[in-house]
């Protein structure tokens, strides 16, 4: 079946400093690739997304590029401030509302 | 800006004890689901629709029922709650199955069994 794999954490970074955090899957078919960030007390909420391999989805300063040769979809920000901290979660959706979600990773940054 | 909203948000039950959560959303959403999230799993599904007066099974149903009576919400019931169920609990909707859709969740139910 679908799996998705994230980096370990916890993460800590201090501020200003340039964030990675690794996600790879395995899917049949063409699935769309999804970041959700959570916020402590709060439910996920959509980061960013891409739709079809090499597209690159970005938000707030985060990117993420659909990389179907490596089946990867590595989240990228040059610059983190403190108000990122959270939890992280890769995920992929395919047709018929099927999702799977990676573990999570936890961010935290220090000023 | 409603979106999904999940009632309660906290909950401590005894072992043996029914309780319903109660997700609605106001984005006119086809599919609707409910995870439990344990701390290093990640989110799990349990049950999900996609539509009203539909309902299918997850990854972990057991234990746990459905119903979807009306297109904007989705009931979550736990018929005799076990201390294995003390977990959050999100519900999540997106407006069809289409890969490209996001989903948009609620804050969570903190249910403890005791």
């Known amino acids: 079946g679908d799996s998705v794999t994230q980096m370990e954490g916890p993460v800590t970074l201090s501020e200003e400093a340039f964030l990675t955090i690794n996600c790879t899957y395995t899917?049949?078919?063409?699935?769309?690739l999804f970041w959700y960030v959570q916020y402590p007390g709060e439910g996920l909420q959509l980061l960013l997304k891409?739709?079809?391999?090499?597209d690159k989805g970005s938000n707030k300063g985060f990117e993420a590029t659909y990389r179907k040769e490596t089946t990867s979809f590595h989240l990228e920000k040059g610059s983190v401030q403190v108000s990122d901290s959270a939890v992280y979660f890769c995920?992929?959706?395919?047709?018929?509302?099927?999702?799977?979600f990676g573990d999570g990773t936890t961010l935290t940054v220090k000023p | 800006n409603a979106g999904v909203t999940q009632t309660p948000k906290f909950r401590v039950l005894k072992t043996g004890q029914s309780m319903t959560l109660l997700c609605a959303q106001d984005?006119?959403?086809?599919?609707m689901y409910w995870y439990r999230q344990d701390p290093g799993m990640g989110l799990r599904l349990i049950h999900y629709?996609?539509?009203?007066?539909?309902?299918a099974k997850g990854e972990v149903p057991d234990g746990y029922n459905v119903s979807r009576l009306k297109k904007q919400n989705f009931l979550l019931g736990l018929e005799s709650a076990a201390p294995s169920q003390t977990s959050v609990y999100f519900c999540?909707?997106?407006?069809?199955?289409?890969?490209?859709?996001?989903?948009?969740f609620g804050d969570g139910t903190r249910l403890s069994i005791l």
């Open positions: 999540a909707s997106s407006s069809s199955g289409q890969s490209n859709q996001p989903q948009h």
């Open positions: 899917a049949t078919g063409y699935p769309s």
């Open positions: 891409a739709t079809k391999a090499d």
């Open positions: 995920a992929l959706h395919t047709n018929a509302g099927k999702s799977t």
């Open positions: 984005m006119n959403h086809e599919y």
């Open positions: 629709s996609v539509g009203e007066g539909t309902t």
